[in-house]
């Protein structure tokens, strides 16, 4: 009995080749498992957004040190979604583009293993997502972005910058001009229409709404062949 308990007092931190267990979380660490799920399942499959919306904006701020983190936590600037929340976002952008404007993608696939990064430099649980659960972000179903104007490819004004942990970046705060809160609002109505949520704390994050469960991914980009 005293060496069960202590198996069990080991899980949350034990790991395996194939996948991880931390927290108690599954977590998916090794790309032939992923490709056995899409296998299964062909919506689970990490597609490039470019290759479903080709004329969206990029501007992946954790490939830079540009970000709250001062700190480049991606290899290369990756843009990875799952497939239907790529073509929910073409959906968007079609949207959009008959406006005038577009989207700028900031952040999309994160691996779990960057999630608990940010989280030991910055330990803030309103912000940053939790190692204890994981991000949405870290299932491929959650993006970070906003619009931009497309004939002068200028970001239109928001709340706030991207990743201000202040109380003007919820998506309700209402003590703005007329035109940041229209844009806002625009952004929200928009990305809502084809199936995504806002984050009550961040108004350039959203999430896309589905019944399937993704799981977490721990797998660099690279190891993808990106």
Request: charged letters at 25%.
């Amino acid at each position: 009995m005293r060496n069960l308990i202590f198996l069990i007092l080991l899980l949350p931190v034990f790991s395996f080749s194939q996948s991880t267990i931390k927290y108690n979380l599954y977590i998916i660490s090794d790309p032939k498992i992923l490709k056995e799920t899409i296998k299964k399942d062909p919506n689970k499959a990490l597609v490039p957004i470019k290759d479903y919306v080709p004329n969206i904006a990029l501007d992946i701020k954790y490939a830079t040190t540009q970000n709250v983190f001062y700190t480049q936590l991606y290899k290369k600037p990756v843009a990875l979604v799952r497939l239907p929340v790529a073509k929910a976002l073409a959906a968007v952008q079609k949207d959009l583009n008959a406006q005038g404007y577009g989207l700028k993608i900031y952040d999309a696939y994160r691996p779990y293993s960057v999630t608990c990064q940010m989280f030991e430099m910055l330990p803030d649980t309103l912000y940053m997502g939790l190692p204890w659960t994981g991000s949405k972000h870290n299932r491929g179903i959650a993006l970070d972005l906003t619009l931009i104007d497309l004939k002068t490819k200028k970001e239109l004004k928001m709340p706030t910058p991207f990743d201000a942990l202040v109380y003007a970046a919820h998506p309700e705060f209402m003590k703005l001009s007329e035109e940041v809160i229209k844009n806002r609002e625009l952004l929200k109505t928009v990305m809502k229409k084809h199936g995504f949520k806002v984050d009550p704390m961040e108004w350039w994050h959203f999430n896309f709404v589905s019944d399937t469960v993704f799981e977490l991914l721990d797998i660099p980009f690279e190891k993808m062949g990106f």
